[in-house]
């Protein structure tokens, strides 16, 4: 089976968010990029699929040379070769019809992407990939079996689960469960050295119009100073509920 | 061109949260100077939709949306927004709208935009503001399409009260087969969902341990609140993952929040931050919470928990 696993370039989710520029860019100083934690159950979990059937993995990132470090650490874990296309990702849309292309050329059986970037949280890339490509798409997944040509996935729905299932190719967007995070794998030396023998193969793009711009960003509104009270005197909270919060 | 809003039903009744998302849509079809048509499946008294201005509904009856599924809701909508000549699709914030959003984005040629907490601050150039980087911060998008649909963020906007007497709609819409099927569903039976909750009572690991949960899961009943939880309490197993709230679990967006014995690592703060009125209860008065919550008790949660249980059922009591 040909696996496709995309890989979103974030912030480490202990990240101090600022920004420069006027509040029109994001400020990366200081800050360590990771794999989107969403893509990173997913990368595991393909790589059990491979230890069972010899699949080959793929890796993708939409983004510039900054993103190498990142696809070159999934070729550490066990993927086969990564893909960059270089273009600074801006727009969900965009990032999304990129990776459709490269996967309507290179013909995967099972694409797994995150539930949705902890950056950007744009929620858009495999749904709008699955629509683009015309394949079956699950998200929110927590659980994926495979058997031949068919996947069963669990999905994480309001209040419980549901178990889905579709014929292959098809595109999931896990999240924490799909694999325990005590599961996820981490470059070992060995694939640390093998991984400067695989291929990162660079796609160039075309210019193309941006359906989207972002002008600037707001930082949340500084708290104000916080209340205490007295653990002896428990009314003033009740109170609180009552009149402030307006939930009893 | 109409706005139209997609609101989302339960057991044949409209989600609690759908009556935030039409007063959005009606305040967009003002601001627009347009009609809004209300899109809804299977519910049995659409009455109360017009509380908050619709000028027409359509209320879709047929069996094969009476579960969703991705394929089939999208398509429904789709078709439904075609035949209405529709510029701009308002959704809702749950995994459900996020799930078939990006879909019904390619279908209707439309641009999406999840997690929006306003109303347009221009139209030309059309400009959201939206929440990203996992609640640490705010955006202005400029949207260059004329189609858009916006999925908004719970609890950003509020209710706005209108009364109408909207028009109803007929029209007669195709599902397609889909090619995903559901093999079975788990809801936990009796519990409220964080999604759905008004209030949600959250505790860490300064509980010590998942047998200390009685009084945590008695003070969410007397509430009527949600149970969640903190990353290391679910990492440990004590709680489902489906408790935890932050970062990389849910987000919450409620009236109330109560954290018992989370210390407020950046990431749990982070995915609490659009909630209303937030309590913390900590025995370490350094604890990072104390400097993002509203208010705060330093002490034993053991001490505390059981004593606020009882007056909050006294007041109940006499209040009620």
Redesign the interface.
């Known amino acids: 089976m040909k696996i496709l696993v995309c890989i979103s370039c974030v912030p480490d989710t202990t990240s101090k968010i600022n920004f420069i520029e006027n509040d029109t860019t994001f400020d990366t100083n200081g800050i360590q990029f990771v794999i989107n934690p969403n893509d990173e159950f997913g990368l595991t979990r393909a790589m059990w699929i491979k230890e069972m059937d010899n699949s080959t993995v793929d890796t993708i990132n939409v983004g510039l040379e900054n993103t190498e470090p990142i696809l070159k650490k999934t070729l550490a874990i066990g993927a086969d070769k990564a893909i960059r296309i270089n273009e600074k990702p801006t727009d969900g849309f965009r990032v999304a019809k990129l990776i459709s292309d490269y996967i309507s050329n290179n013909n995967y059986d099972l694409i797994i992407a995150g539930r949705e970037s902890i950056d950007y949280n744009g929620t858009m890339v495999p749904g709008i990939i699955s629509e683009i490509l015309n394949i079956n798409f699950i998200t929110n997944c927590v659980g994926l079996e495979i058997d031949g040509n068919k996947i069963t996935a669990k999905r994480e729905i309001e209040g419980g689960t549901e178990i889905l299932s579709c014929n292959l190719p098809a595109i999931i967007g896990g999240q924490k469960g799909l694999v325990e995070e005590s599961d996820l794998k981490i470059p070992n030396m060995r694939g640390i050295m093998q991984a400067r023998q695989k291929p990162l193969e660079i796609i160039e793009t075309e210019n193309d119009e941006i359906g989207t711009e972002i002008i600037k960003f707001y930082k949340p509104k500084e708290k104000e100073e916080i209340k205490m009270i007295d653990s002896e005197n428990l009314d003033e909270l009740v109170e609180i509920f009552n009149k402030n919060a307006k939930v009893i | 061109m109409s706005v139209l809003t997609y609101i989302e039903s339960k057991d044949y009744k409209a989600k609690k949260n759908s009556f935030e998302v039409i007063s959005y849509a009606r305040a967009l079809a003002d601001q627009l100077s347009t009609d809004l048509v209300i899109l809804c499946f299977n519910i049995k008294n659409i009455n109360e939709l017009s509380n908050y201005g619709p000028d027409k509904i359509l209320n879709i009856n047929n069996d094969e949306l009476s579960q969703?599924n991705?394929q089939k809701y999208a398509e429904a909508i789709s078709k439904a927004s075609s035949k209405l000549s529709v510029s701009h699709i308002i959704i809702g914030g749950?995994?459900?709208c996020?799930?078939?959003?990006?879909?019904l984005?390619?279908?209707t040629n439309s641009?999406?935009?999840?997690?929006v907490v306003s109303l347009p601050s221009s139209l030309t150039p059309f400009?959201l503001?939206r929440?990203?980087?996992?609640?640490?911060?705010?955006?202005?998008?400029?949207?260059?399409?004329e189609k858009i649909i916006i999925g908004i963020c719970n609890n950003s906007f509020g209710l706005i009260e209108k009364k109408s007497s909207p028009e109803i709609l007929n029209l007669e819409i195709n599902i397609p087969e889909s090619?995903?099927?559901?093999?079975?569903?788990?809801?936990?039976s009796g519990?409220i969902?964080i999604?759905?909750a008004?209030?949600v009572v959250s505790a860490g690991r300064g509980l010590k341990g998942p047998e200390n949960w009685g009084m945590i899961e008695e003070l969410a009943k007397i509430?009527g609140a949600a149970t969640a939880c903190s990353k290391p309490v679910s990492?440990m197993g004590w709680r489902p993952?489906?408790e935890?709230v932050g970062?990389?679990?849910k987000p919450v967006a409620t009236?109330?929040y109560i954290a018992i014995g989370i210390s407020g690592?950046?990431?749990h703060l982070a995915g609490v931050?659009s909630s209303?009125?937030k309590?913390?209860i900590n025995s370490d008065p350094d604890a990072p919470f104390?400097?993002?919550?509203?208010?705060?008790?330093?002490?034993?949660a053991f001490?505390?928990v059981p004593?606020?249980n009882e007056?909050?059922k006294s007041?109940?009591a006499v209040?009620n």
């Open positions: 969703f991705v749950s995994t459900d996020k799930y078939l959003a990006p879909s984005s390619v279908k641009t999406y935009i999840s997690n400009t503001r929440s990203t980087f996992s609640n640490k911060a705010f955006s202005d998008v400029i949207i260059k399409n090619t995903i099927n559901q093999e079975s569903i788990e809801l936990s519990s969902s999604a759905d008004d209030i509430l990492d993952h489906s935890h970062q990389t679990g009236n109330l690592a950046i990431q931050s209303k009125v309590v913390v104390f400097k993002a919550a509203d208010y705060g008790i330093i002490g034993d001490d505390i004593k606020l007056k909050l007041f109940k209040n």
